[in-house]
């Protein structure tokens, strides 16, 4: 037994990983919290719980907070492990003790407390870090049911909000990029029909909310024709736009601008959208006129433009440069005068920028083109270049080129790219519907999982676009209400969005979904500017605790119906059966003839039989009511053995079904009623669960104990239910919850016994073969069996005493009355209240002994008569019941009264009055 209890520790916890071994192993007598074979149930059974757990978990144990804690800890621990396992945590964690402290006192007042991207400043590897975490505290009772510790989650969610960060970050670049950006910038959708955003930096009239009207708000008519080709042209080729037209400006003006629009790809490489900058070139429009008509005018233009300008030789020879296109080749202008358009650009673009110089004059127009220009460092450059030919006489003739840097657009293109690729790829990655609303609620996002689940594919033109319309067409109408008011009162509080309701699917179903949203704040307003949310299918959850809720009520119902069926049957039986055992010890009292004897011993046998169920009921129910306590003796085993022979024969005959009980000529050292009540609970349902064959009760000694082994022929029990067999009310192959089968509380009774008698009831099961249950007691020693109750003379005792026996069943109080008599006993009966109070008064002096049974009827109890002769100076009072229900146990245990359970068996009742008047 002791190396059975030195292996069980030295093998606990079992499994758990690294931190299951480094546990296992932990010199824990050094620690305040001592060896582990002190430690309680509770903390045993919370540390089990931790090291299943996939996530971050650490039980903080006692008044010094000592921690405990699985591998997803640990790891977050990082340079503190594995020292920390067993350090009290104020020491291991010093530097959020300020934040963790009060929340350690108010979980210990039996608060609990939650916290979602909490910004702690934890000292990691011996170097501060900011980190983020989602936290939870929680309460822990002791065995006593005391708060002792602490059990906290810890999921760290550091990367994410490093991530989150930086995108928001990113985007606040991009957007003062725009703001300070000389171009208008522009996006279109995918087939150019809709405008739906510009922003014109005074140049052009802003769009915010999509323009459908753009070509003709924008566009002069006469150049429509040439920029429709070459859109055109871009969506078939999936190219740039690139065209100068004419423009309708903000003023109302006409103007100039140099349109160029990239298309922004989706992973599968669609379009998804074009993104685009138009420049105001009406200036340079006019300078190029005013250059053909003057040199003078070019050379001002040249110092004043605020774009790269060269002139070039027909050959692409560079002949006079301007700074802005100095500081874009990064060379100096002697050094670039001279050189060739060859010389300074990406050997993967000279090809196009010789197509383009050759095209423009071929056409005499200016042609543009994106291109890479080398710098000495070796570095590139994206730039615009525009090419002109200036009119003149032979050799007169020059080109013109005017170089933009593209190097900011370039970035903020791709930038942008990968931010909304980036996003779009973990939104359609997620198995959660993605969601985002602006601050008012009008819907910007829908993730591809809410396509899949409504069978709506998202779209801003034609998808509902407020949250308003989303409850309306999608939501339960039972849910719509309160998903309403939750939404309603998150941007009232500026705070998190959760709530569960039932959301349509494309079939037509519903299911439930636990909606969560958080409020996104303009980092430089701080104003919320949208929701970003999710929607995760928690519907087999919800369908699975309704399912367990379900279970539970109906298993509950079925102990309190148990209880109450105990309470009535037991009470009703034990009168009748009180009264046969007190006739039947007068008779075996009598002197009788052998043939008469002969009757009497199965006639004894069955009411002791009759008597050890009442018995075993009633143990139940001091079980249920916490007050069975063990009474150990030595006995012999085969006198229980036989009774229940005869008791459980008589089925097994019925069933057609063989028992066997060999004797077993040994004694243990138990609770007889305790060890009955299990053998009782596993021979029925052997009995209840064996088809054919049958059972048989052997016995096998193991060391100094005795193995009792229960064994049938039955249908066995498959390796997945071992576990739950001793679970209450669960029942093997009963779904259906049949009580004709019983409730399923006869295994969990049988553990709960094994436990109060410090021992274990093992199973050994072969599916479609049989079951054994084995029970293992300590053998006694060759001491001599305690004397059953009567056996001595005790008789001497109670002779001349007086006694008053109050109770409403005439045929008890006949059989009381007459086995006091026959111990000398003067007696006095009394069927009320009443007379018995009247009777209290007329004797001399207060009775020795008062029996008053506890229900008396109408609504009258024993209780009243004996407190009245106990304050009267009677020695011994007892209050005999049939009432086995846990309220009546327990009201006993309170108030200190003697009390016997019907049937009385007359030893016992003969034993607690001598007991009571010796020395009196």
Request: charged share 25%; proline share 5%.
């Amino acid at each position: 037994m002791i190396r059975d209890v030195i292996a069980s520790e030295l093998d606990w916890p079992s499994g758990g990983g690294t931190m299951g071994a480094l546990i296992r192993t932990h010199d824990w007598a050094a620690t305040p919290l001592g060896p582990k074979a002190n430690w309680p149930l509770s903390l045993r059974v919370v540390v089990d719980l931790i090291l299943a757990s996939p996530l971050g978990m650490i039980v903080l144990w006692g008044p010094d907070l000592i921690q405990i804690y699985n591998d997803c800890y640990a790891e977050i621990t990082a340079g503190k492990h594995p020292r920390a396992l067993g350090q009290p945590t104020r020491e291991c964690w010093p530097e959020v003790w300020d934040f963790n402290g009060p929340i350690y006192e108010a979980v210990f007042r039996g608060e609990s407390r939650g916290f979602d991207d909490q910004k702690l400043i934890l000292k990691r590897n011996g170097v501060p870090e900011e980190t983020w975490f989602d936290l939870t505290y929680s309460p822990v009772r002791n065995d006593a049911g005391n708060i002792a510790g602490v059990l906290v989650t810890v999921h760290e969610v550091t990367k994410r909000k490093r991530t989150e960060l930086a995108l928001r970050d990113s985007e606040s670049r991009f957007r003062a990029l725009v703001s300070a950006s000389s171009y208008a910038i522009y996006r279109m959708n995918v087939d150019w029909t809709e405008l739906r955003q510009l922003d014109g930096h005074g140049f052009l009239t802003d769009t915010t909310d999509g323009n459908k009207a753009w070509l003709e708000q924008y566009i002069h008519p006469d150049d429509q024709p040439q920029l429709l080709e070459a859109v055109r042209e871009a969506i078939r080729t999936k190219s740039a736009f690139d065209l100068e037209h004419r423009v309708r400006q903000a003023d109302g003006s006409l103007g100039w601008t140099h349109s160029r629009a990239v298309p922004i790809l989706d992973a599968d490489g669609e379009v998804c959208e074009w993104f685009g900058t138009a420049s105001n070139i009406t200036s340079r429009r006019s300078t190029d006129e005013a250059l053909r008509r003057s040199e003078a005018r070019l050379s001002a233009l040249f110092a004043r433009a605020a774009v790269g300008l060269s002139e070039l030789t027909l050959d692409g020879r560079f002949l006079r440069v301007n700074d802005e296109l100095c500081r874009i080749l990064g060379r100096a202008r002697e050094e670039v005068v001279g050189l060739s358009v060859a010389d300074v650009t990406h050997p993967d673009d000279l090809a196009a920028s010789h197509a383009a110089i050759e095209q423009a004059l071929r056409t005499g127009e200016t042609v543009a083109l994106d291109k890479r220009y080398r710098r000495p460092d070796g570095t590139h450059v994206w730039a615009n270049s525009g090419i002109t030919i200036v009119p003149g006489n032979g050799d007169e003739r020059h080109l013109l080129a005017v170089t933009a840097d593209l190097t900011a657009r370039r970035e903020t293109e791709a930038a942008l790219r990968e931010s909304e690729a980036r996003f779009r790829l973990m939104a359609d990655a997620v198995p959660q519907i993605v969601w985002i609303t602006d601050a008012e609620g009008r819907v910007e996002f829908f993730n591809r999982q809410w396509a899949d689940y409504t069978g709506v594919a998202y779209d801003p033109r034609g998808a509902p676009t407020t949250v308003s319309d989303v409850i309306a067409d999608f939501i339960h109408p039972d849910d719509a209400a309160l998903t309403t008011e939750r939404f309603q009162e998150a941007q009232r509080s500026d705070s998190l969005y959760l709530v569960e309701h039932r959301l349509r699917s494309k079939t037509g179903e519903y299911r439930w979904f636990l909606v969560r949203g958080l409020p996104y704040r303009d980092p430089h307003s701080g104003e919320i500017a949208r929701w970003f949310g999710t929607s995760t299918d928690i519907h087999d959850r919800k369908h699975a605790e309704a399912l367990l809720q379900q279970a539970r009520d109906t298993a509950e119902a079925a102990s309190r119906e148990k209880s109450n069926f105990l309470a009535s049957v037991s009470h009703d039986l034990r009168q009748p059966v009180q009264a046969a055992n007190l006739f039947l010890e007068l008779l075996r009292r009598q002197p009788l003839d052998l043939k008469a004897r002969d009757l009497l011993k199965p006639l004894s046998d069955s009411m002791t039989s009759l008597t050890g169920m009442l018995s075993g009921l009633l143990e139940v129910a001091r079980l249920d009511a916490g007050l069975l306590t063990v009474q150990a003796r030595v006995f012999d085993l085969d006198e229980l053995l036989k009774r229940l022979y005869g008791e459980f024969q008589g089925p097994a005959r019925e069933a057609k079904l063989w028992l066997h009980m060999p004797p077993v000529a040994r004694s243990v050292r138990s609770d007889p009623l305790l060890v009955e009540l299990v053998l009782r609970n596993l021979i029925s349902n052997a009995v209840k669960y064996t088809e054919q064959g049958g059972v048989t009760v052997g016995t096998r000694v193991e060391g100094d104990r005795l193995a009792i082994d229960v064994t049938d022929t039955g249908r066995g029990i498959a390796p997945e239910e071992m576990e739950r067999i001793f679970d209450p009310y669960y029942q093997i192959g009963n779904a259906t919850g049949e009580h004709a089968r019983g409730f399923g509380i006869g295994l969990a009774t049988v553990q709960r016994v094994a436990d109060l008698l410090a021992t274990r009831v093992t199973v050994r099961s072969k599916p479609g073969i049989g079951s054994t249950f084995s029970l293992t007691l300590p053998l006694a020693d060759e001491e001599a069996q305690v004397p059953t109750a009567g056996e001595g003379a005790l008789g001497g005792t109670l002779r001349g005493r007086t006694a008053l026996v109050v109770d409403d069943e005439p045929m008890v109080l006949k059989a009381l009355e007459v086995t006091l008599g026959s111990w000398g006993v003067s007696v006095h009966t009394a069927r009320t209240l009443a007379q018995a109070r009247t009777m209290l008064k007329e004797f001399g002096a207060p009775p020795d002994i008062l029996i008053a049974d506890h229900s008396l009827g109408a609504g009258e109890t024993g209780v009243a008569i004996i407190s009245e002769a106990r304050r009267g100076g009677t020695p011994v009072t007892v209050l005999v019941t049939g009432d086995t229900s846990a309220e009546r146990l327990a009201e006993a245990g309170r108030t200190g009264i003697r009390m016997l359970h019907k049937p009385i068996d007359p030893a016992k009742l003969e034993a607690l009055l001598a007991d009571g008047l010796r020395g009196r």
